[in-house]
């Protein structure tokens, strides 16, 4: 009677070994002599897209009309990204009066902004700038899907290209990394904007014009009014 203990605590441990070790390989703990390390998965980067990721043909944006509307959220990003944008235009030699700027509150407003410009029949193409940043709500899902649709469907309805330069980042280092230096988005919209203008122009028909009329780009004899008088000249907005 006093070996039935030993062996009944032998079967108990046989029948318990299997957990013991499952158990110690999932947590990574030492059972015993048996040593199963917990294996750390190694950590995924994943590389930010660049301004240059994208390559473009020498363009001659001399005849070309550029709208730019930023927003007067998160001012530092937008500063920077729409430094980027002129410095591109510049590059393709877009005369500066050939270059409109204009302002609007926030990101969800540049649709009906880019309309506006787009209607006025004074632009090749227009490049809008903003930045979203990832919060608690799901405002930023609704606020970025709307722009995004909402600047596609101007392009569409309008015939003007309209280039979405509006960053949607989970945080407010991401938005800096790509408004700064040569990962500046802003570069790569500012010439897409003159290679999608160049194309409208050769598909449409589209002549170069020496002054820009109406709105946003008022002559060097001032915009006309709509009994065909020649005006004064004055700096319009929306």
């Known amino acids: 009677s006093h070996e039935l203990y030993p062996r009944q605590e032998k079967i108990m441990l046989h029948a318990l070994l299997p957990l013991t070790l499952l158990l110690s390989g999932a947590s990574g703990f030492t059972v015993g002599r048996f040593v199963k390390p917990l294996v750390r998965q190694p950590l995924i980067t994943v590389p930010k897209m660049g301004a240059m990721d994208i390559s473009f043909e020498e363009l001659d944006g001399s005849g070309v009309r550029v709208g730019v509307i930023t927003t007067r959220w998160n001012t530092e990003i937008i500063d920077g990204l729409a430094a980027g944008v002129k410095e591109a235009l510049e590059e393709c030699k877009v005369p500066d009066d050939y270059i409109f700027e204009t302002q ?6 540049l649709p009906a902004a880019a309309r506006f410009l787009a209607l006025s029949g004074t632009v090749d193409a227009i490049v809008c700038v903003g930045c979203l940043i990832k919060g608690d709500t799901m405002h930023f899902e609704f606020i970025a899907d709307a722009v995004a649709k909402g600047l596609m469907n101007v392009g569409l309805s309008t015939n003007v290209p ?7 980042v989970n945080e407010e280092q991401q938005a800096k990394d790509r408004a700064t230096g040569k990962d500046n988005h802003g ?28 709105l946003g780009f008022g002559g060097s004899d ?13 700096v319009m907005g929306f």
């Not at 309209?162 to 949607?168: C, D, N, P």
């Not at 009014?225 to 005006?231: A, C, P, S, T, Y």
């Open 187 to 214: 570069i790569s919209w500012g010439k897409t904007a003159v290679e999608m203008a160049l194309l409208r122009q050769s598909a449409l028909g589209a002549k170069k014009v020496g002054k820009l009329e109406g």
């Open 104 to 109: 609007v509150p926030g990101a969800f407003e």
């Open 162 to 168: 309209v280039v979405f330069g509006v960053l949607t």
């Open 222 to 234: 001032g915009p006309v009014d709509k009994g065909g008088k020649v005006g004064e000249k004055k």
